[in-house]
């Protein structure tokens, strides 16, 4: 059983994480059966609540709502009801996933070693002159 932390004067919606998890769970079905996609907001119309108490359960069943929004996040992606680009969409802006770019910087020397040079000193046309040159070789 989930240990019980005390709220911070956030209303308790649920006796128990069990309570909270079956109420979620029961929820999901709805949502299977008139083929809906599960979200927060239709949880707390769901469960007659307001978002303001759902997100309090942090506080009171930590892991359980952590389970809940992994939920959440699994029905949002698997559903074949949204397109792909609006999945994309949901997902970064409900679940903060994020486009990822790895730019490797590091320039080497034609032997592989790392180049390390200081071109401060250089103006755009030395640098220009130092590219031409490097291209002949």
């Known amino acids: 059983m989930e240990k019980v932390k005390r709220g911070k004067g956030h209303p308790r919606a649920f006796k128990t994480a069990e309570e909270f998890e079956n109420k979620f769970m029961e929820y999901i079905s709805y949502c299977r059966m008139y083929e809906r996609v599960p979200n927060v907001a239709g949880f707390v119309v769901y469960a007659n609540i307001n978002s303001d108490t ?51 910087n590091n320039i080497a020397n034609k032997d592989g070693t790392p180049f390390k040079a200081d071109f401060s000193h250089l103006t755009i046309e030395q640098i220009k002159e130092l590219l031409r040159n490097e291209d002949k070789e």
């Open 54 to 104: 759902f997100y309090a359960q942090k506080d009171y069943y930590s892991e359980t709502f952590k389970r809940v929004n992994s939920i959440l996040e699994d029905e949002a992606i698997n559903t074949d009801y949204f397109k792909d680009a609006f999945k994309i969409f949901y997902m970064k802006n409900k679940f903060g996933w994020k486009d990822k770019s790895e730019i490797d």
